[in-house]
Antibody
Framework: EVQLVESGGGLVQPGGSLRLSCAAS????????MHWVRQVPGKGLVWVAR????????RFADFVKGRFSLSRDNTKNMLYLQMNSLRVEDTAVYFC????????????WGQGTLVTVSS | HLTQSPSSLSASIGDRVTISCQAS??????LNWYQQKPGKAPKLLIY???NLKTGVPSRFSGSGSGTEFTFTISSLQPEDTATYYC?????????FGQGTKLDIK
């Protein structure tokens, strides 16, 4: 069974840092691009970032460029989102999801982890 | 950029429901549709504009290519109450539409 489980969310002050994790199981993790998507409660979905299958390439939404970084450990089936210089507007539920290039995109999602940036 | 319409919709059980998604530039058929219920993660329904994800009921369908796309529920069921989003995966950023909140009359 495919599973994606996010963790690491919580309350952080503006300017602070947080690292989110996404634990993957039930599929060939190293074959998939992985994405983060966020959602302010009650608002729409917003794509945040992608890392390619071997971790050599990342892409980010403009509003997180230079502040967020992505990494993955294919030996542990883990995805990481390092969030620095956090802003109040980064408050959201963060979801991880997978994409098999040339096949089904975003076909499985984690349950999400809530990040609250507040003083 | 994706423009989704309407932003909200109320329909009766058994109705045919249509949601539109317009891309600001050509995206081929790199367009997906998701369903999201409150407090839950989104679920992929349609990918590549018209392909039904395995296990998704056949009352859901998608069509279009280029810049104009349509999502259809052929006969609305009570469990279809949700917010629906389009998203493109043509190039980064993989933008989502604003969402369409669908409820039952």
């Amino acid at each position: 069974e495919v599973q994606l489980v996010e963790s690491g969310g919580g309350l952080v002050q503006p300017g602070g840092s947080l690292r989110l994790s996404c634990a993957a199981s039930g599929f060939s993790f190293s074959s998939y691009w992985m994405h983060w998507v966020r959602q302010v409660p009650g608002k729409g979905l917003v794509w945040v970032a992608r890392i390619n299958s071997d971790g050599s390439g990342t892409r980010f939404a403009d509003f997180v460029k230079g502040r967020f970084s992505l990494s993955r450990d294919n030996t542990k089936n883990m995805l990481y989102l390092q969030m620095n210089s956090l802003r109040v507007e980064d408050t959201a539920v963060y979801f991880c999801s997978r994409e098999l290039v040339g096949a089904t995109p975003f076909d499985y999602w984690g349950q999400g982890t809530l990040v609250t940036v507040s003083s | 950029h994706l423009t989704q319409s309407p932003s909200s919709l109320s329909a009766s059980i058994g109705d045919r429901v249509t949601i539109s998604c317009q891309a600001s530039q050509y995206i081929g058929d790199f367009l997906n549709w998701y369903q999201q219920k409150p407090g839950k993660a989104p679920k992929l329904l349609i990918y590549d504009a018209s392909n039904l994800k395995t296990g998704v009921p056949s009352r859901f369908s998608g069509s279009g290519s280029g810049t104009e796309f349509t999502f259809t529920i052929s006969s609305l069921q009570p469990e279809d109450t949700a917010t629906y989003y389009c998203q493109h995966n043509d190039d980064f950023p993989y933008n989502f539409g604003q969402g369409t909140k669908l409820d039952i009359k």
